[in-house]
């Protein structure tokens, strides 16, 4: 009996101990972690890399889509993140607008505004012949589109790429379907008359029109609209909520979010913005949040996403001069706007929504264009306008005292400039960033 008893204390203890073990191997399950989700423009996923689109001309904004004034080819370039040295440097084409990645990250798409265009940039890794360091190479390829399209932006599927026009040439379609494995035109829809941005959740894509109001629903799998959704004012910009199953999409003219069932198609909340003007959001993984930036009164909004279905607003903050972009470093703690209305980034503390400014640059005319930061949450990487052009590029912020370590010149709007004391060159101005956090 004292043998039986024995082993059923053994028993007991070893499957306790079993339990022990499976209890500490997923001690955080009560709150979900996962990596940061990828949304358009890149700037949520974490690389070791980031690419910098420049304009050969002017920038310009409209709400979150960013395009470039210029007739000269523009160039991109690419920060090796673990050095913070300027690497590869890429030929985006003329005019180049919205860009996203691939779902693998190895490539991204311009939309070539003026010239009818898109350019594919892939890259690729290349170890060095000493085996300790490696480079990357990239190689573009051009999808010329009918004329008159003037695509203003490019969001990529798993297999197809999806391009909004908005010029003359392509009231019907207003959306071409590129197949990427052959880089051809498959076919185009009509979706509304003023589509402003897309987002992909599954096999389907949810278009927004911001002149009408609503969101259409491109099956891939049907290859047609499927489903066509009112939302609020002036729909602009839209994320997925943590699980995927959610699109909160932006509406910046009456200054809310409509929380859309990715499955059934339907609004299921519609929640406001705490502030006026909401042009994006940024949805911080490592804390389920969605932080919300409002241009019109210069304020970003923190909402508790936990429960996808439903935003739980946490706190506003206000922030610089017409912020374009926000960044959340890792943990959640700490997030910076960019401020496109001075040379300024403002750092918001997430628990108590106090903030601080970060000046970049000493010039106050100077103007910053975009933010992101490393996967480690270390360093910040701002885009500076200067007035004259003579000093554009990237500045590099150490986060732990917020003090500029490095800057990164843009390209030369001129190749062949050789540049001088009397005549110096004018330099591209840095449009958007992709990868990073």
Same mark, same amino acid.
């Given at each position: 009996?004292?043998?039986?008893?024995?082993?059923?204390?053994?028993?007991?203890?070893?499957?306790?101990?079993?339990?022990?073990?499976?209890?500490?191997?997923?001690?955080?399950?009560?709150?979900?972690?996962?990596?940061?989700?990828?949304?358009?423009?890149?700037?949520?996923?974490?690389?070791?890399?980031?690419?910098?689109?420049?304009?050969?001309?002017?920038?310009?904004?409209?709400?979150?889509?960013?395009?470039?004034?210029?007739?000269?080819?523009?160039?991109?370039?690419?920060?090796?993140?673990?050095?913070?040295?300027?690497?590869?440097?890429?030929?985006?084409?003329?005019?180049?607008?919205?860009?996203?990645?691939?779902?693998?990250?190895?490539?991204?798409?311009?939309?070539?505004?003026?010239?009818?265009?898109?350019?594919?940039?892939?890259?690729?890794?290349?170890?060095?012949?000493?085996?300790?360091?490696?480079?990357?190479?990239?190689?573009?390829?051009?999808?010329?589109?009918?004329?008159?399209?003037?695509?203003?932006?490019?969001?990529?599927?798993?297999?197809?790429?999806?391009?909004?026009?908005?010029?003359?040439?392509?009231?019907?379609?207003?959306?071409?379907?590129?197949?990427?494995?052959?880089?051809?035109?498959?076919?185009?829809?009509?979706?509304?008359?003023?589509?402003?941005?897309?987002?992909?959740?599954?096999?389907?894509?949810?278009?927004?029109?911001?002149?009408?109001?609503?969101?259409?629903?491109?099956?891939?799998?049907?290859?047609?609209?499927?489903?066509?959704?009112?939302?609020?004012?002036?729909?602009?910009?839209?994320?997925?909520?943590?699980?995927?199953?959610?699109?909160?999409?932006?509406?910046?003219?009456?200054?809310?979010?409509?929380?859309?069932?990715?499955?059934?198609?339907?609004?299921?909340? #519609? +929640?406001?913005?705490?502030? =006026?003007?909401?042009?994006? &959001?940024? /949805?911080? !993984?490592? *804390? $389920?949040?969605?932080?919300? @930036?409002?241009?019109?009164?210069?304020?970003?909004?923190?909402?508790?996403?936990?429960?996808?279905?439903?935003?739980?607003?946490?706190?506003?903050?206000?922030?610089?001069?017409?912020?374009?972009?926000?960044?959340?470093?890792?943990?959640?703690?700490?997030?910076?706007?960019?401020?496109?209305?001075?040379?300024?980034?403002?750092?918001?503390?997430?628990?108590?929504?106090?903030?601080?400014?970060?000046?970049?640059?000493?010039?106050?005319?100077? #103007? +910053?264009?975009?933010?992101? =930061?490393?996967?480690?949450? &270390?360093? /910040?990487? !701002?885009? *500076? $306008?200067?007035?004259?052009? @003579?000093?554009?590029?990237?500045?590099?912020?150490?986060?732990?005292?917020?003090?500029?370590?490095?800057?990164?010149?843009?390209?030369?709007?001129?190749?062949?400039?050789?540049?001088?004391?009397?005549?110096?060159?004018?330099?591209?101005?840095?449009?958007?960033?992709?990868?990073?956090?």
């Amino acid at each position: 009996m004292n043998l039986f008893s024995k082993s059923v204390r053994l028993c007991a203890l070893l499957v306790l101990g079993v339990v022990l073990v499976f209890e500490i191997g997923c001690g955080d399950t009560f709150r979900p972690i996962a990596s940061p989700l990828p949304t358009p423009g890149g700037d949520q996923q974490s690389h070791d890399f980031v690419s910098i689109l420049n304009c050969n001309g002017t920038v310009n904004r409209t709400g979150p889509l960013v395009n470039c004034n210029g007739t000269a080819r523009s160039t991109g370039q690419l920060i090796n993140v673990s050095g913070d040295t300027l690497g590869t440097i890429t030929d985006l084409g003329v005019a180049p607008g919205y860009a996203t990645y691939d779902a693998a990250r190895s490539a991204f798409y311009v939309a070539n505004t003026t010239a009818d265009a898109i350019s594919a940039v892939s890259y690729s890794r290349v170890t060095d012949p000493a085996g300790s360091t490696f480079h990357y190479e990239s190689a573009t390829t051009t999808l010329t589109l009918p004329s008159g399209s003037n695509p203003i932006a490019s969001f990529v599927g798993s297999t197809e790429e999806y391009i909004l026009n908005a010029g003359s040439g392509s009231v019907c379609s207003n959306l071409s379907i590129v197949t990427i494995s052959t880089n051809a035109i498959t076919s185009g829809l009509c979706v509304g008359s003023s589509p402003s941005f897309a987002i992909q959740a599954g096999n389907n894509l949810f278009i927004l029109d911001k002149a009408l109001n609503q969101v259409n629903v491109y099956s891939s799998q049907q290859a047609k609209i499927i489903a066509t959704i009112s939302v609020g004012t002036a729909p602009v910009y839209a994320t997925l909520s943590f699980d995927k199953n959610f699109v909160y999409v932006v509406n910046q003219g009456s200054s809310d979010i409509s929380i859309v069932d990715a499955n059934a198609f339907t609004v299921v909340s #519609t +929640v406001p913005t705490g502030g =006026s003007g909401p042009i994006r &959001t940024f /949805l911080d !993984a490592s *804390l $389920v949040r969605l932080y919300v @930036l409002n241009q019109g009164d210069n304020t970003v909004t923190g909402f508790n996403a936990l429960g996808n279905s439903t935003l739980v607003k946490l706190g506003t903050a206000t922030v610089g001069p017409n912020p374009v972009n926000l960044t959340v470093l890792t943990g959640g703690n700490r997030a910076f706007t960019a401020n496109s209305g001075n040379n300024t980034l403002t750092e918001i503390n997430t628990g108590s929504f106090t903030t601080r400014t970060v000046a970049i640059g000493s010039d106050p005319a100077a #103007t +910053v264009t975009d933010v992101t =930061s490393s996967a480690d949450g &270390t360093k /910040l990487y !701002a885009g *500076l $306008v200067t007035p004259g052009g @003579l000093n554009n590029g990237v500045t590099i912020i150490r986060t732990t005292d917020n003090a500029v370590v490095n800057t990164l010149p843009s390209p030369k709007q001129d190749a062949a400039c050789v540049g001088s004391t009397a005549v110096p060159c004018v330099l591209q101005q840095p449009q958007q960033f992709m990868g990073g956090r």
